[in-house]
Every structure is written in C-alpha cells, then in structure tokens.
C-alpha cells in the first residue's frame, strides 16, 4: 500500500491507528473548521470538513493515501463539536445528560497519484447519564473535556458516558472497522 498521510493532529486518531498496527505519517490540515450554521444537517457538516481536510492535505503530496476524518455530536438536531471554553463544555454536558446522543465521523480515503477517493460516515449511539453537581464540576476541573466533540471522551472512562450502539472507536474519533473496510476497497480497486 501507498504510504498512508493522516491529516490530523489528533493524538487520539494516532493512538487508534498505531494499535491497530498501521503505519502512517502526520500532516495536518491547515483549514478552518467553522461552527456549523444553525439547522445544519451533521452528516453533511462532518462530510464536508473531512473532504476539505483530504483535499487540502493531498494538494502538498504526489503520492499516499491521504486518510481524513470529522467528528461531532448530535443532540435533538444541534451539532456539538469542540468546546470553545469552560461554559460551553458545560452546556454541552448540561444538554446531553440523560439523552442519547449521535456521534458522527466522516471517512475520506484520497489516493493522491490517481486523484480517486472513497469516504463514508459513521453513526454510533452514545447514552449519557444524569451527572451530580460535584460529578459535573469535576468533570469540568478536570480539563478532560478539551479538544473533544460533546465536551467528553469516552477513551478517558468517564463513567456518565457510555456507548448504547455503534463503533466504540468512532466514538473516540475514527472508526476502525469502517476504515479497515475503506481500505480494503481501494486495495481491491488497485488504488493503493
């Protein structure tokens, strides 16, 4: 296979990657990632951000396979990604407690040489419990929340999170098994 680029910072992509004995590179895409307008379907949110991250990464290679991924939250309809500060990790906790809530992440696999892509998206079904006010707080003094969509990580064990239905590494922030399948495609289709 060609040589995999992950366009992505993200230590926890890294972390799921390497344990599943891939070998890649990292370089992360330079494009914004706005907040979403009001009403904004998630799937194609997601979809969009991991395609411009692809586009953008792939644009700086002349070979690879330039492995991209986006993931937020969904609550009643509000996407929930990073939390900008403190407050707003709050109301994200706040919003999510005692509900299901969709974590989304869109795939793309970009061949860089051929210029072909496949992506998909994944849905996975986290249940969030009512959190006491010292559990919330302490969640909150713990920093935990930075960096991840919905204000928590399911990798960090927090015990009012759990995943109801779907892919546990999706949850983290890339679904291994759906990836595995990506690959295996564009292996079949003699992309890599």
Sequence with gaps: MNPLILASASPRRRQLLTEAGYEFVVDPSGIDEPEPPQG???AQYVAELAWRKAFEVAGRHKTGVVLAA???????GEILNKPADRDDAERMI????????AVLTAVVLYCVARRQWVGAIETSIVRFRHLTDAERVAHLDSSRWEGKAGAYGVQDNDPFVSVASGSWSNVVGLPMERLALMIERLVRLGDV
């Design 40 to 42: 904004a379907d998630v």
């Design 94 to 101: 706040r919003l999510q407690e005692g509900r299901d809530t």
């Design 70 to 76: 986006d993931t937020s939250c969904a609550v009643d």
